[in-house]
């Protein structure tokens, strides 16, 4: 509530913002031909959401941190399970990676991202794909940095992670995890095949022990 008041905030589309990353969120936007701000509307998915989180967009800042962190490039294909409207897909490709894939359990959010697809202007843009499913049904592959902006509960959580942990057994490769508002990072915090490469205040980010 606090913020509200402070005068370098402003309140978009639902959304708090800095002014740094309003005008920052608007020219990325721009830049893909995209949009992604916007917070879920009223009813939006919820029947669907089991113990998910509804959408928020992670910041552009907050994604350039983390992506430069961990230097994106060509060898990269990213996951980001609870994907909404597709900014973090859209924004990793940006990096040169090889692939991007967003997860979303509402439908519609696909719908949107697909449409963001559709319009937006990057190139080899075939290498980005949505899926409307729930992050638990996905099985991995050669997936080597996933996303997750506290999407869903321990529950879902427990078997995303097992479903991460049987994909690394048949392709041993090292993965990156973005727990962003890591609030059941517990899971991860007891189970030794991780380790925490870099953490603050917003995001942990997780490598696996090889
Ligand atoms: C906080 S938003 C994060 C959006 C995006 N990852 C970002 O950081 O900009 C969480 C998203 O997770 C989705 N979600 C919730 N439960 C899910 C589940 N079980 N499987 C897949 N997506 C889910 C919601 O629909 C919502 O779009």
Not at 57 to 84: A, Q, R, W
Not at 172 to 201: A, C, G, M, Q
Request: with cysteine.
């Amino acid at each position: 509530m606090k913020a509200l008041f402070n005068p370098f905030v402003v309140l978009f589309k639902k959304e708090v913002y800095t002014i740094k990353d309003y005008f920052v969120t608007k020219n990325y936007d721009k830049k893909f031909n995209i949009i992604t701000s916007g917070a879920s509307k009223k009813g939006e998915g919820e029947g669907k959401l089991k113990d998910g989180v509804k959408y928020t967009p992670t910041s552009y800042l907050t994604l350039k941190e983390v992506f430069d962190y961990l230097d994106l490039k060509e060898d990269n294909i990213l996951l980001d399970l609870g994907c909404g409207k597709g900014r973090v897909s859209f924004f990793g490709f940006s990096y040169g990676i090889k692939k991007a894939i967003g997860v979303d359990i509402n439908q519609s959010f696909i719908d949107i991202c697909n449409v963001n697809l559709k319009n937006c202007l990057l190139e080899n843009k075939d290498n980005i794909k949505f899926l409307g499913i729930d992050a638990s049904d996905y099985k991995l592959s050669d997936e080597n940095v996933v996303f997750m902006f506290n999407p869903f509960g321990w529950k879902t959580l427990k078997k995303v992670l097992a479903n991460i942990k049987e994909s690394l057994k048949n392709n041993p490769r090292k993965l990156n995890i973005i727990y962003k508002n890591p609030i059941h990072r517990l899971l991860f915090d007891l189970d030794n095949n991780w380790k925490v490469i870099k953490e603050n205040s917003e995001y942990v980010i997780f490598q696996n022990i090889i």
